[in-house]
């Protein structure tokens, strides 16, 4: 099984300030920590399970910068194989579709039978990259997966997890992609031989000339949307106290659930 | 004008929340345009769901075939991609649902249209359609405007039609 594994170098934001730079469009990420994004870590651990229980080759994509290839190591010294980083600057990196479409000249360049990544990345929250890039690579797909069975190498069982805890079980033929949900596995960590391994591992850098992209193709002004604005949302409080004795309180959140048509 | 075509999407017989929420959002954006909200039904035996949403005082389409008993991606992609060319809307609105993130992008990359993905709020001004999304575990907004194009495909994300909204339309729902 050939397996390309696209992963995103993103911020943490969960306790971090965010604020936008003067430009209005971009924020000021001098300040974050980023690592790879949640869900594809999930992605890169499935590769490796899915190798490991078939044997096979697995290839890191990612597009961004130099830094980023502490990453691409990471994962390599948990059993990927090779990489290729895209970097160029050129790239509307706020629309998915532009996104995937520099993907798929990476993705291209490799052979392969499947293609995992994240279903959403935790910066941007799309949830919309990886099945954009299935239908460039003109191939099956199925999304937000907690679950993979290969069947015979030329199917998967892909387990798609709805919302209210529902699981709708899909047969995807290969070659196909599929977006990967946090909890699917257990990523481990990387062992320090892999570690010392990886740094051994070939990790090719691209441009969107390598891949045989036209940058006019996958530009902002290729892109058919605009952001046109950043800005940090109003924090609005509406937590209403009951005041009063028990008897009181529980009529006012009686009064309230009743107005609401909540019971 | 095209319309705006809004995915009214069920399961296992009973309409999502986010279909009743999209109704209380796509009638603002349609008067916006200047045109009118289409409610879109795909599925096996909807009679009872098509009654549910004509109740909004909307044209309600059915694409009712034992085909669509259960949902599939490849499917509903090629039903949007013949709706698109035959109806030309001016809107494709879809939950940022399970189903919504599983065939709109592919959508959007086949009929080369723009897609801006779990949207919480639309406005419509000066001939542009503009939509707010959240970026950076919610500490940010982004407002990202449409280029013109003759389909603007959007999913809108479950929860964000504003809570008075939200409780009505329960509330309609039970009756």
Not at chain 1, 102 to 120: N, P, Y
Not at chain 2, 53 to 68: E, N, Q, R, T
């Amino acid at each position: 099984m050939k397996t390309v594994v696209c992963i995103k170098y993103v911020p943490d934001t969960s306790e971090a300030e965010v604020k936008v730079n003067p430009d209005g469009i971009t924020v000021d990420d001098s300040r974050f920590s980023f690592d790879i994004n949640d869900a594809d870590n999930y992605a890169v651990e499935e590769s490796v399970l899915i190798k490991e229980a078939q044997g096979g080759e697995i290839t890191v994509v990612s597009i961004g910068p130099k830094k980023s290839d502490v990453m691409i190591r990471m994962a390599m010294a948990k059993g990927c194989d090779k990489a290729v980083r895209v970097e160029d600057e050129r790239i509307a990196g706020y629309d998915p579709l532009m996104v995937a479409k520099v993907l798929a000249g990476a993705v291209k360049s490799e052979e392969f039978d499947l293609v995992l990544t994240g279903c959403m990345a935790s910066d941007d929250w799309h949830m919309s990259t990886g099945v954009a890039l299935a239908e460039e690579l003109g191939v099956n797909h199925a999304s937000m997966v907690k679950k993979v069975e290969v069947l015979d190498g030329k199917k998967v069982k892909a387990y798609r997890e709805l919302e209210g805890g529902l699981m709708e079980v899909v047969e995807v033929e290969l070659p196909a992609v599929l977006t990967i949900q946090t909890g699917i596995n257990e990523p481990r960590y990387a062992p320090i031989r892999g570690i010392r391994e990886a740094q051994k591992k070939e990790l090719k850098v691209a441009s969107l000339e390598d891949l045989g992209l036209d940058a006019a193709a996958v530009n902002a002004d290729a892109s058919m949307v605009v952001l046109e604005q950043l800005y940090i949302p109003e924090v609005v409080s509406s937590a209403e106290f009951i005041e009063g004795e028990p008897d009181e309180k529980a009529e006012k959140l009686a009064s309230i659930l009743v107005k609401g048509g909540l019971v | 004008m095209g319309n705006v075509l809004v995915l009214a999407e069920h399961r296992q017989g009973v309409l999502r929340d986010v279909s009743y929420e999209m109704m209380a959002v796509a009638p603002k954006l349609a008067e916006q345009m200047g045109t009118e909200v289409v409610a879109l039904l795909i599925g096996s035996e909807m009679d009872e769901l098509a009654k549910k949403m004509a109740a909004f005082g909307v044209k309600v389409l059915v694409v009712d075939d034992p085909l669509f008993k259960d949902f599939n991606a490849d499917k509903y992609q090629k039903v949007f991609s013949a709706l698109i060319d035959d109806l030309k809307p001016a809107v494709l609105m879809t939950g940022h649902t399970s189903q919504g993130v599983d065939f709109m992008p592919a959508l959007a990359v086949e009929k080369k249209l723009p897609l801006v993905a779990d949207v919480i709020s639309l406005e419509f001004a000066g001939g542009k359609l503009k939509a707010t999304r959240q970026l950076y575990s919610g500490k940010a907004n982004a407002v990202l405007a449409f280029k013109p194009a003759d389909t603007y495909l959007l999913t809108f994300r479950e929860g964000s039609s504003g809570s008075a909204g939200c409780f009505s339309q329960r509330f309609g729902r039970e009756s």
